[in-house]
């Protein structure tokens, strides 16, 4: 059994647990806690250790997703979760400018962890106060090569279409070392 | 959409600079400690600024601070032209001969940057950006380079939070982004400044570049903030740390130890594996 992965990971609340649930087969199987702490009390549950969902792709593959903890305390699950991984996804919530510097850092540290492709998701475009995902492409700081792709995470076909622009990110990638390989 | 938040969270140099490389249209909207200021855009340049209540006319008042104007003479046009707009105003001003059109275009220009200027020592207010939104065509506007007001704001950045957060690290180094030649030709730089360009090499760390010009952390974070909110330099890539031993996927949650696709494997069974995901995911 071949096993690929790939993780999602974004500042607290960015809807990290809600786009692996977009397309998870199995229940998220996720850890979350009530949140006793006021600063973050603006929903019920958070994810504390990590989010995990499954894709089968056949008898011999699987996907698995990984969702990384949303708070601060648990940044030190990071370095663990990145190891082995195929691609990742940086989810923004795009109506709270006030995390957005908080993602362009989560993007640093996970670009300082390996060299895959990423892509950013700009969360919540279903909400009045989304940015516009080029602003944030300007406002991060984005490479131009980095994609930024809209997303609602309650609604599959974004994610679907997040995933899908990552997995070409990492063909394309495939495809120059390819190039290198022959030269 | 929307495009709006707290200067808390974002520099008015980080502002302007995405106005600038959006190009936006429209009006922004900051209050702070019970102050408005309005900043217009066309297409990514500066148009006009304004600080406090609205008023019907502001072109005497613009002469006036510019010095073109004595208090007197401008306290006497401003009763006798009630009703009429700053461009007429402007008009008869020449007219008269009290004042030359590069007087006007010079007074508002500066009156413009005074206001944005001060903007730049708001650290905290909400902002909002209606696209679209444009002053009265009755009012002149000056188009103003958007590079050269990034670069002058930063210079007047006091606050080390800000920059220690935008630039950690000074081991990275930089490089120009494309052509730098026409965009620097628009911006006035100081001697200190120019020292920095000159340095700017992918080889040189910013650490090394302040060594070399005897600037301190502080001061070269502040010049390489504007620099590269004016899209002079971009921070040059870093190479990732070495890979460690890759950990199998699907090993921390408690099931069947599963093969991770290790880097050595052939890239024609990558990419098979990477295209039987990708057709699993459209079938979802
Ligand atoms: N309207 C809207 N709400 C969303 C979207 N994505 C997530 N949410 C909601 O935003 C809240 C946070 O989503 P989560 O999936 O819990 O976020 P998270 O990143 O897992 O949060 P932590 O684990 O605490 O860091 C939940 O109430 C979600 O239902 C979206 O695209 N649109
Ligand atoms: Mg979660």
């Known amino acids: 059994m071949q096993a690929a992965k790939m993780v999602i990971t974004g500042p607290f609340s960015s809807g990290k647990t809600e786009f692996i649930g977009a397309v998870s087969e199995i229940d998220v199987v996720s850890t979350e806690r009530k949140i006793t702490s006021s600063a973050e009390q603006i929903k019920e549950t958070t994810t504390v250790a990590m989010d995990f969902g499954r894709i089968t792709v056949g008898d011999d593959l699987v996907l698995y997703l990984f969702g990384t903890p949303g708070q601060r305390r648990f940044d030190f699950m990071w370095d663990i979760l990145s190891q082995g991984m195929l691609g990742f996804v940086v989810m923004v919530d795009s109506t709270k400018p006030e995390t957005f510097r908080e993602a362009k850092r989560i993007l640093e540290t996970f670009e300082g962890y390996a060299s895959t492709p990423y892509v950013v998701a700009a969360n919540k475009q279903d909400m009045e106060d989304a940015w516009e995902p080029e602003d944030l492409r300007i406002i991060l700081r984005l490479r131009p090569e980095v994609k930024i792709l809209p997303c609602v995470a309650t609604d599959k076909e974004t994610v679907k279409n997040v995933l899908l622009e990552l997995l070409y990110s990492i063909l394309e990638e495939l495809d120059k070392e390819e190039s290198a390989q022959h030269n | ?284």
């Open chain 2, 1 to 284: 959409m929307a495009l709006k938040g707290n200067l808390r969270d974002f520099s008015t140099t980080q502002l302007l600079n995405l106005i600038n490389l959006a190009r936006k249209t429209g009006t922004l909207t900051i209050q702070s400690n019970g102050e408005v200021a309005n900043m217009s855009f066309q297409e990514g340049k500066l148009i006009y600024a304004h600080l406090g209540a609205e008023r019907e006319n502001y072109l005497a008042q613009f002469l006036h601070n510019a010095g073109k104007l004595s208090k007197e003479q401008a306290d006497i046009i401003e009763t006798r032209v009630q009703g009429k707009s700053d461009k007429q105003i402007g008009r008869l001003l020449i007219q008269a001969g009290h004042v030359t059109q590069s007087d006007i275009i010079q007074s508002v220009r500066q009156n413009i940057l005074n206001v944005v200027y001060k903007l730049f020592t708001w650290v905290e207010g909400l902002f909002r950006f209606e696209a679209n939104q444009l002053p009265p065509p009755t009012l002149i506007t000056i188009p103003i380079d958007l590079e050269s007001v990034i670069m002058e704001g930063s210079r007047r950045l006091q606050e080390w939070e800000i920059l220690q957060e935008e630039l950690p690290d000074l081991d990275v180094s930089l490089r120009f982004t494309e052509r730098p030649d026409a965009r620097l030709r628009n911006i006035n730089l100081t001697v200190e400044e120019w020292k920095v360009i000159s340095l700017i090499d992918p080889r040189n760390s910013m650490r090394k570049i302040a060594q070399a010009n005897n600037l301190s952390d502080f001061e070269i974070r502040r010049i390489i903030y504007g620099m590269l909110q004016a899209g002079l330099v971009t921070l040059v890539q870093q190479p990732a740390k070495p890979r460690q031993q890759p950990i199998q996927a699907g090993e921390s949650p408690r099931r069947k130890r599963a093969k991770a696709a290790p880097p050595t494997e052939s890239l024609a069974t990558r990419r098979s594996m990477v295209e039987r995901i990708m057709d699993r995911i459209r079938g979802l």
